[in-house]
């Protein structure tokens, strides 16, 4: 059952017995969210992307079902291992920009493959992880996605030659070419381009000597959170399509989706611990904030789909979190200003109920002014 369809009395039982503030998950849901990208991208071996949530138990449900886990810290290659990972088989340390000592780790357990997009890491991972295979992360349009991952990271094409071999040149294994058009990607043209792109650097790469085998299309498979018009399915179709048009079948094709596997699949309530009138406004007060499971209405905006366990009047309400700083309010526009949101008459005690809370929560919670994160509920 997905959290999103408990019952009010159902989700105040847990409440009772567990407290707030509280995330309650179905593994079911997760389940279901890596099958239908698993069967939709028939030809590629799925990573989940471990920083999207990697708390043990969705872990442990992804590795039952199957998948591997994109990586980027020693700390995520342990709740990996924990989780029942073989570092070799079913990890790949996808961030361009690691820390060497965790380089070093990820060698000693046996993980063997490594993305880069810059000469230092190809000195690093030389350094650290000797021989092994390497990915080369190209920059593509994340125009239209939510969170843009190419500003950061990423080769041009016109660099990507030059530095394949390089990493030859310094003993590592050039195995392939990734990319990432953004997270929450609405548009499935960014996938083509990007294939489109990579099919180009593997022929220049064949020019040049160099026979690469994989693809990497990371992740930015959506979620909804409000009206978005998301098809998985027909997102699959298109990549695999021209996958297979540009790359045939001997290419090896990878995915690294995070925020489409658990994104739905985890409700958060927070319950009212506050609350003031401030200039005409009404402010509510709650035990998650900003510092907690609301980041990323700071960083990209989300709206998360909210309801409460009250049927009052329809109030318009600022949403607060709990810690000293006036940043820490989680009811902002598309501007990211303040704003009010909504809701049924809401008063002390009374509980918060945001859905598509799975990506990108959890795992950006703080500890800020001694906050712990929210507690963790399975529901099957
Ligand atoms: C290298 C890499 N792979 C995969 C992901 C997962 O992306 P998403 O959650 O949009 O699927 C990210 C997100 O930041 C990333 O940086």
Same mark, same amino acid.
């Given at each position: ?36 990208? /698993? ?13 999207? /949530? ?72 030389? $350094? ?39 990493? $030859? ?17 609405? %548009? ?70 995070? $925020? ?46 909210? $309801? ?40 002390? %005690? %009374? ?30």
């Amino acid at each position: 059952m997905n959290p999103n369809d408990l019952s009010l009395s159902q989700i105040q039982d847990l409440v009772r017995a567990h407290g707030t503030p509280l995330y309650i998950v179905s593994r079911q849901q997760i389940v279901e969210n890596f099958e239908r990208l /698993n069967n939709g991208l028939p030809a590629a071996k799925i990573f989940y992307a471990t920083k999207a /949530n990697p708390h043990a138990g969705i872990l442990e449900t992804l590795k039952a079902a199957g998948a591997g886990f994109d990586v980027a810290s020693k700390g995520e290659i342990q709740a990996a291992i924990n989780a029942g990972a073989n570092p070799q088989r079913d990890l790949i340390f996808a961030d361009t920009v690691k820390d060497p000592r965790h380089i070093a780790y990820a060698t000693s357990v046996g993980l063997d493959d490594f993305t880069f997009d810059n000469p230092s890491e190809i000195t690093q991972i030389a $350094r650290h992880a000797p021989g092994t295979k390497v990915h080369l992360r190209l920059a593509v349009s994340n125009h239209g996605s939510v969170a843009h991952l190419s500003e950061k990271f990423g080769a041009t094409p016109d660099q990507a030659v030059a530095l394949l071999k390089a990493a $030859r040149e310094a003993g590592l294994v050039p195995a392939g070419i990734s990319f990432h058009v953004g997270s929450q990607c609405l %548009d499935n043209r960014r996938w083509v381009e990007a294939l489109e792109t990579t099919r180009e650097v593997f022929d220049a790469s064949h020019a040049a000597g160099m026979e690469l085998e994989t693809v990497d299309i990371g992740g930015g498979f959506p979620v909804r959170y409000g009206n978005e018009a998301i098809d998985i399915d027909a997102t699959c179709k298109v990549i695999t399509s021209h996958f297979h048009r540009l790359f045939g079948t001997d290419t090896r094709l990878v995915a690294e989706p995070g $925020r489409a596997i658990v994104g739905d699949a985890m409700i958060l309530v927070t319950k009212v611990i506050s609350e003031s009138l401030r200039q005409g406004q009404n402010w509510l007060y709650f035990d998650d904030g900003t510092y907690g499971s609301f980041l990323e209405v700071l960083l990209y905006q989300a709206q998360y789909p909210l $309801r409460s366990n009250t049927s009052g009047p329809p109030t318009p309400y600022v949403l607060a979190g709990p810690t000293c700083d006036s940043i820490d309010v989680f009811s902002r526009d598309a501007k990211g200003n303040i704003a009010p949101v909504t809701l049924p008459e809401m008063h002390l %005690d %009374d509980l918060l109920i945001a859905g598509s809370m799975g990506a990108y929560t959890f795992s950006e919670a703080t500890r800020f002014n001694g906050f712990e994160p929210p507690k963790f509920v399975y529901i099957d």
